[in-house]
């Protein structure tokens, strides 16, 4: 049973920082991608950023683009979203998930953390 822990939510201003952590654990896989989802209210979820596990590549949507960096630690199969130059509508429950063949559906998902940025 694959599990997803998120950490490093919560309440900052515009224009600040906040880093998110989440570790995947359960089962080992060979070549997978992580990635972070965010779900404003009342809005749907949408894809903020991906890393492939294996060599690193990212993948960024245009609007969180040179704000956001994604990052990894393979040892530890934990991925990291440091979001700078925050904005009011970042604010959202942002998710992590697993693509767990690196083909673009993503299989397993965490509970969310909610990140909310003040004006």
């Known amino acids: 049973q694959v599990q997803l822990v998120e950490s490093g939510g919560g309440l900052v201003q515009a224009g600040g920082s906040v880093r998110l952590s989440c570790s995947a654990s359960g089962r080992t896989f060979s070549d997978h991608v992580m990635g972070w989802f965010r779900q404003a209210p009342g809005k749907e979820r949408i894809f903020v950023a991906h890393?492939?596990?294996?060599?690193?590549?990212?993948y960024y949507t245009n609007s969180v683009k040179g704000r956001f960096t994604i990052s990894r630690d393979s040892a530890k199969n934990t991925v990291y979203l440091q979001m700078n130059s925050l904005k009011p509508e970042d604010t959202a429950v942002y998710y992590c998930?697993?693509?767990?063949?690196?083909?673009?559906?993503?299989?397993?998902w965490g509970q969310g953390t909610q990140v909310t940025v003040s004006s």
């Open positions: 998930a697993v693509d767990d063949h690196a083909d673009g559906s993503y299989e397993y």
């Open positions: 890393i492939r596990m294996i060599d690193g590549s990212t």
